[in-house]
């Protein structure tokens, strides 16, 4: 059971059909615990009009893209471009919470959000 406030390490996250489970290790006490998240969907990016509207910064141009959010159901149609359709759910899950393995996390609001706050040269590293 985890209760608000509680802080631990992250150190793994892991994903299969309908949860992402997180495995993190309180501090203090270095216990592990396994929390799950039941409510994320995988998800496909693509520029066809289906989907919601999402906005993405393409990481080699800066520039941003307005792209469209698909849940994914088995693979995306061969002339459908899509992005992110190959990522490991479990990632794309910790990439868009924010999350840093390796790093103190604090629960809060029924989500784990990062203690330690980075400046902007070492965040474009995570």
Not at 23 to 32: C, F, I, M, Q
Request: hydrophobic share 35%.
């Amino acid at each position: 059971m985890v209760s608000e406030g509680q802080s631990a390490w992250l150190v793994d996250v892991s994903y299969k059909t309908g949860q992402v489970t997180l495995r993190l290790v309180t501090s203090p006490g270095l216990k592990p615990i396994d929390w799950v998240d039941r409510d994320f969907q995988p998800y496909y990016l693509t520029t066809h009009q289906q989907g919601e509207p999402v906005k993405k910064l393409d990481l080699f141009t800066g520039n941003e893209l307005e792209l469209r959010k698909v849940n994914l159901r088995g693979k995306p149609a061969k002339d459908v471009k899509a992005w992110e359709s190959d990522i490991d759910p479990a990632m794309s899950y910790a990439y868009d919470k924010g999350l840093r393995f390796g790093t103190l996390h604090r629960f809060s609001g029924n989500s784990w959000l990062p203690e330690t706050s980075l400046n902007k040269e070492l965040n474009s590293r995570f």
